[in-house]
């Protein structure tokens, strides 16, 4: 219960990058969940296990918006993965599965220092404030609004 608290803590506080390196590692973490149930030929919870690395790859694979180059390779590592990880369960291939991590490992690890670098730059930002903030008042049959900028003093607007 504390677990899935904790993720959706995490969840609720993470930026896009770090999002995306959630479900990497929910991914990773499931296989190797896999290859445990593998080894100890629990092959009904490894089914289970395989069908929510799946679960995952298609949620990637939406997140996949425009037909640039790096979503077609990440597209294709991800049919590669779904295709590793179909022949680890069908062949009951240890090896292929450590291959499926072995692959997405660095992709992982990139989108993890891309989120905390993004995090630590959205932190500086706030403690800046912001740059413009307006608001408007009501006068004596008029409306007036105004602007402060960076030197920190209203300006009618």
């Known amino acids: ?52 690395a799946r679960e995952i790859l298609a949620e990637l694979l939406s997140t996949l918006q425009e037909d640039s180059e790096v979503a077609d390779n990440l597209r294709s590592v991800y049919l590669y993965l779904n295709q590793l990880i179909t022949e680890a369960e069908n062949k009951k291939d240890i090896e292929k599965l450590q291959l499926a991590i072995k692959v997405i490992t660095p992709i992982y690890e990139g989108w993890r220092e891309l989120g905390e670098r993004e995090g630590s730059q959205a932190a500086v930002q706030s403690s800046e404030g912001p740059k413009i ?20 003093e209203w300006k009618k607007g």
């Open 1 to 52: 219960m504390i677990e899935k608290e904790y993720l959706a803590n995490r969840i609720a506080n993470a930026n896009p990058a770090e999002l995306v390196a959630i479900l990497y590692e929910g991914l990773i973490d499931t296989l190797e969940d896999s290859l445990d149930y593998l080894r100890i030929n629990a092959y009904k919870k490894l089914n289970n296990s395989t069908q929510k």
């Open 133 to 152: 903030v307006a608001g408007m008042t009501y006068g004596k049959g008029q409306l007036n609004d105004y602007v402060v900028s960076g030197e920190k």
